[in-house]
């Protein structure tokens, strides 16, 4: 996995009071369909030859709120996962890749991981994620998520 900066993203619509902002992601410049929500792309990752892992955000200040979609060129949004919780917003830093995962820090002083399969794994809904990740209901996934406080982390 390898972070990307030839990946953009361009507004189509706008937040309001019912939606978030959704953008189109641009491959090197190149419209893609692929319309994903956030407004600000804080980091993108290249999974492999057709899979990709986008962080973005709606750029509302004091009150971030991190989105993370997993994308295929070929068929669009694969999953989608917003770690946090209601009222708890961070700032997004310190992205970096490592084999199969992303490791990031955002909210809580911890240490963020996302690591992408190659396939769709089971998940026990509600059990299997960290405290504060929000994503819908399903029993298969391709991002499992952990955390490690900075702490722990720094040994």
């Not at 057709?50 to 070929?74: H, P």
């Not at 190659?118 to 955390?147: E, I, Q």
Request: charged fraction near 25%.
């Amino acid at each position: 996995m390898r972070q990307l900066s030839t990946l953009s993203l361009v507004e189509r619509s706008a937040q309001n009071r019912f939606s978030q902002t959704r953008s189109e992601v641009y491959f090197e410049g190149n419209p893609s369909d692929i319309v994903v929500q956030g407004k600000e792309l804080e980091a993108a990752f290249q999974v492999d030859d057709d899979r990709y892992l986008i962080f973005t955000t709606d750029d509302v200040l004091f009150e971030e709120s991190l989105i993370i979609t997993l994308i295929s060129r070929e068929s669009g949004i694969i999953e989608i996962a917003h770690p946090g919780g209601e009222y708890a917003s961070g700032i997004f830093e310190n992205a970096f890749s490592e084999d199969d995962s992303v490791h990031f820090q955002f909210i809580n002083k911890v240490i963020w991981t996302v690591k992408i399969s190659t396939a769709p794994h089971w998940r026990v809904p509600f059990l299997s994620d960290p405290r504060g990740v929000k994503r819908s209901c399903g029993l298969k996934t391709c991002m499992t998520f952990s955390t490690v406080p900075v702490s722990e982390s720094v040994k």
